[in-house]
């Protein structure tokens, strides 16, 4: 099968490079000229523009921004939809509104191609690894034509719905992971004021009912102030706006997940948006009135 990929950041560039080990036929466009050459020098062809992407390609996978970038790139003038043959399957796997989402797949419909929202949860680790779990919005047909290449990406791949649904997923995902990673701060710097050692008691507690991927994964970036960005604050604050506008959409309560975004807000307007979002526990330190040492060497 011949892909197409657009969209070569933390997330991106990886779940490329797993698509060309699986023997896929890749090619890759993006904004950032760096990660094309380090992709192109694995084996990927470099698309000139969308057009040179989108013609020919059986399917083509977006992993952008957000939701004006992806109108943009899919619906624009000159954009994928614009050039993809009929039959194309286009798989955005960015996390964006799910009326984006709606939109895009009302519009390949009218080209004779097929549209997946499939966004991913599995953080810079899971892209590196293959091992996303993909969460797929749209037809099930469209799916199953392009479910080898999200095999190539991902090892959880889960149809939930219409065009939209993967979307909706994600934004539960995100107040999922936003609200455990607050209470895990929270936790931390309890441990570490009442004089505990953190790193034996996080040890403990994943062997109990309060074990997860985000204990195992972030409490150790917390205890050794690691905030190196696999997820960063800035991006995990835009995805508590999609929470936030579908909770509102359908008169559902989601109380922490606007005190998250509160918190989240807070560590982008004092400068720490690029961190990864495990630094919303330099904002519980902060305060508690206890300060340390920033990933940067800062305070």
């Not at 083509?60 to 050039?83: R, Y």
């Not at 097929?114 to 993909?134: F, K, M, N, W």
């Not at 835009?238 to 922490?256: F, Q, S």
Request: charge should be negative.
């Amino acid at each position: 099968m011949r892909v197409g990929f657009v969209g070569l950041g933390i997330m991106g560039k990886p779940m490329a490079r797993n698509l060309l080990r699986a023997g896929f036929e890749v090619t890759v466009f993006s904004r950032s000229p760096g990660p094309v050459e380090e992709v192109v020098a694995d084996g990927a062809r470099r698309a000139t523009s969308l057009a040179d992407l989108a013609a020919g390609r059986d399917v083509v996978i977006t992993m952008i921004l957000d939701s004006p970038d992806v109108e943009a790139v899919v619906l624009g003038a000159d954009g994928i939809l614009d050039h993809a043959d009929p039959g194309t399957v286009i798989v955005d796997m960015s996390t964006v509104r799910p009326e984006t989402a709606r939109k895009v797949a009302a519009a390949a419909a009218a080209k004779g191609c097929g549209a997946l929202d499939a966004p991913v949860s599995g953080g810079d680790v899971g892209a590196r690894e293959g091992t996303l779990s993909i969460m797929v919005g749209g037809e099930a047909a469209d799916l199953e034509r392009a479910r080898p290449v999200l095999e190539a990406m991902g090892t959880t791949i889960e149809h939930v719905g219409p065009a939209g649904a993967g979307q909706t997923v994600k934004a539960a995902n995100q107040l999922i992971i936003s609200g455990t990673l607050a209470v895990l701060a929270e936790a931390v710097v309890m441990l570490e004021a009442c004089g505990v050692d953190p790193t034996t008691a996080l040890r403990v507690l994943d062997g109990g009912m309060a074990q997860s991927r985000i204990l195992e994964r972030k409490g150790p970036q917390m205890v050794e102030r690691r905030f190196d960005p696999g997820f960063r604050v800035d991006l995990h604050l835009k995805d508590m706006g999609i929470v936030l506008a579908t909770a509102r959409e359908r008169d559902v309560a989601v109380p922490v997940a606007g005190l998250v975004t509160q918190l989240l807000a807070s560590l982008q307007a004092t400068g720490r948006g690029t961190l990864d979002h495990s630094a919303l526990f330099l904002l519980t330190e902060e305060l508690s009135g206890r300060r340390s040492e920033r990933s940067d060497g800062s305070r």
